[in-house]
DNA sequence: AACATCATGTAAGATGTTACATGATTAT
DNA sequence: ATAATCATGTAACATCTTACATGATGTT
């Protein structure tokens, strides 16, 4: 008998996503470049790997679609123990992840190299960022045009959106912040040292 | 001759680190619990199999120092290699990190299982977000207390902070919304489920 | 003819996590 | 006595990334 480990995660969000929508591996990788990928990156070779992983679990079943004109494909959907381990993992609780920032050691290792270079890398981090909230701004558009009126499953697809929104805007606010400062500083010590 | 293959991270966080300060690989894993750790985790393991490499690589070196009432340690310090691989990398264009939200996951996926669970869980993270935006504030008071004057290496720590806690509050608002949101929809619809 | 889309995978290597292991000193 | 701090590692396993591999159909 299998049991569940804990720190499992990208199954979890497979389950989400398969509740939402039952699916073959493609069409899952395909939503993991968007849509839920916002939140749970994965990559099509991780995916395949673990709906294995999760058909032996028994978490998930399999049905061979054959297509006419298309390769055939296996659709995957959620059986009840999946819902159950799901149910389970909801309520559970989970530290929040560690933390990554790139960008972050590069500010503060900026001193160490060409602080005009890492300005650059900050601006365009921040157009990465402005990028990403103009993605979710028109899927906010699109597919929420009354949120106040959402419930349920609508409603919290909508807030996950928000989320997102939100760490962004936190992050551009950052890179404004620091690209501002971090010019000031640079610019008066350049022109000092430039004079002589 | 060895190469600097791309995607290596950890390593440009130990150069940083030890670019400020030189220090052993049990220094560095306390380093790592806070400070640089709060942007870059790392656990003890990772950081003494990442020293060794770093050696072998030529970017730092180790001074075994014999110490009384107390083992010895090895003191590891910046070589020229290992300034010019940061200098390199401080400059050289890198995505932003791949998202892990478990929390969002949590929420999209919460009408799949038991919603006041979730909301339990939502408002445990925001505590955990809460509590660091605290201890963020508590560094900028003792350490950076007037941020105007702040110039180089004091200037670009403290912008590393301030990314924290606009990252966290970020967090933390977003909880709020979610609870309001999620609170406001359950209550009206488990108030109409139970009036039969 | 070349490229994009649909569809599934394997294999090798890098990175991260968890558990185990040792041994001295210092504080309760 | 017990636990915490200082200090360094190994081993096994899980996970993630990168590259490779195949083959059909449809588009430029």
């Known amino acids: ?3 569940s480990l804990p720190g499992m995660a990208l199954e979890h969000a497979i389950l989400v996503s398969l509740e939402e929508r039952s699916g073959s591996g493609y069409e899952l990788a395909r939503r993991f470049g968007k849509s839920i990928g916002f939140f749970w990156a994965a990559s099509h070779q991780q995916i395949y790997r673990t709906l294995k992983r999760m058909v032996e679990l028994g978490w998930i079943s399999c049905d061979h679609v054959a297509q006419e004109s298309r390769p055939d494909k296996k659709v995957y959907r959620v059986n009840a123990d ?10 559970e609780p989970v530290e929040p992840g560690a933390i990554r920032n790139d960008l972050a050691v590069k500010i503060r290792g900026a001193s160490a190299g060409d602080v005009g270079g890492v300005l650059d890398e900050i601006a365009r981090h921040r157009r990465r960022h402005a990028e990403r909230i103009e993605v979710y701004r028109a899927i906010e558009r699109r597919d929420f045009g009354e949120p106040d009126r959402l419930t349920g499953r609508h409603l919290h697809q909508y807030l996950v959106l928000r989320g997102g929104i ?8 950052w890179c404004d912040e620091v690209l501002a ?16």
């Not at 939100?166 to 606010?173: H, N, Y």
């Open 181 to 196: 400062a971090m010019r000031s500083d640079h610019d008066s010590r350049t022109t000092e040292s430039d004079q002589r």
């Open 1 to 3: 008998m299998h049991t």
């Open 166 to 173: 939100r760490v962004e805007q936190a992050f551009v606010d």
């Open 82 to 91: 999946g819902r159950a381990e799901l149910a389970r993992w909801l309520a």
